[in-house]
């Protein structure tokens, strides 16, 4: 009976729903524990957490996505809601306008160059490459990206995920040891790198930092999206 029990909720969309939305509260209390200290993210953890539990009940990430895509669906609403610090800083923005686009031109060169030149180097799949190439766009961007050059999307929203986390992880000791004491270039590094991840990171640690990752995060989106048709 507890079998069949198990499979029925195993199935069930909104087990998956509530199970989500339960180790994220419970990753952002351990995160609490430790303030500002990367190895805690709760993305992090919430994702260990997850697939954890995923391999030893033997669920397959379909099933699981059937309840957690009511909350992937929230990812466009916050990623237009950045707009909001955007508006509010304009006048901040303007001023450092000119050192933005010289860095997002070159860290999105950067960021697509260096995977597809690696990618290359080590013999990788045209497939595999183009579900790399993407890597520093935020999930939703970069899957449509590696789904319109025959990529794997799964593939490549893992590879954004892991991209994201070890971004928000070095950024601040980086910054720190670099004697990077500018809020604006922090932040703007942290979303050009390592987007919606790095901006939550950036958030935590200083206002005009995330306002300046949530910019470079958009804008990181539109060119990358032109710049990996050049390469591929």
Same mark, same amino acid.
């Given at each position: 009976?507890?079998?069949?029990?198990?499979?029925?909720?195993?199935?069930?969309?909104?087990?998956? +729903? &509530?199970?989500?939305?339960?180790?994220?509260?419970? =990753?952002?209390? /351990?995160?609490?524990?430790?303030? !500002?200290? @990367?190895? $805690?993210?709760?993305?992090?953890?919430?994702?260990?957490?997850?697939?954890?539990?995923?391999?030893?009940?033997?669920?397959?990430?379909?099933?699981?996505?059937?309840?957690?895509?009511?909350?992937?669906?929230?990812?466009?609403?916050?990623?237009?809601?950045?707009?909001?610090?955007?508006?509010?800083?304009?006048?901040?923005?303007?001023?450092?306008?000119?050192?933005?686009?010289?860095?997002?031109?070159?860290?999105?060169?950067?960021?697509?160059?260096?995977?597809?030149?690696?990618?290359?180097?080590?013999?990788?799949?045209?497939?595999?490459?183009?579900? +790399? &190439?993407?890597?520093?766009?935020?999930?939703?961007? =970069?899957?449509? /990206?590696?789904?319109?050059?025959? !990529?794997? @999307?799964? $593939?490549?929203?893992?590879?954004?995920?892991?991209?994201?986390?070890?971004?928000?992880?070095?950024?601040?000791?980086?910054?720190?040891?670099?004697?990077?004491?500018?809020?604006?270039?922090?932040?703007?590094?942290?979303?050009?790198?390592?987007?919606?991840?790095?901006?939550?990171?950036?958030?935590?640690?200083?206002?005009?930092?995330?306002?300046?990752?949530?910019?470079?995060?958009?804008?990181?989106?539109?060119?990358?999206?032109?710049?990996?048709?050049?390469?591929?």
């Amino acid at each position: 009976m507890n079998s069949g029990l198990w499979v029925y909720l195993a199935t069930s969309p909104l087990l998956w +729903l &509530a199970g989500t939305l339960v180790v994220w509260l419970a =990753a952002t209390r /351990i995160a609490a524990l430790s303030p !500002g200290n @990367p190895l $805690l993210n709760p993305i992090m953890l919430s994702i260990a957490a997850i697939a954890a539990v995923l391999l030893l009940s033997g669920v397959q990430y379909g099933t699981y996505f059937e309840g957690a895509q009511f909350i992937h669906f929230l990812l466009g609403p916050a990623t237009v809601a950045l707009g909001i610090p955007l508006y509010e800083k304009l006048a901040l923005v303007k001023t450092n306008l000119l050192p933005m686009l010289a860095a997002l031109i070159a860290g999105s060169l950067a960021a697509v160059g260096s995977t597809v030149f690696l990618s290359h180097l080590f013999g990788f799949s045209p497939s595999v490459v183009a579900s +790399l &190439a993407p890597k520093s766009t935020t999930a939703a961007v =970069a899957m449509a /990206i590696s789904s319109g050059l025959d !990529g794997d @999307p799964a $593939l490549t929203a893992a590879v954004v995920v892991l991209t994201g986390i070890c971004g928000a992880i070095v950024v601040t000791p980086m910054m720190n040891a670099m004697r990077i004491r500018d809020y604006s270039a922090r932040g703007f590094a942290a979303g050009l790198a390592s987007h919606g991840i790095g901006t939550a990171r950036a958030y935590s640690v200083d206002p005009v930092a995330g306002l300046f990752s949530g910019i470079a995060m958009g804008l990181n989106a539109v060119l990358t999206s032109l710049i990996v048709h050049l390469f591929l």
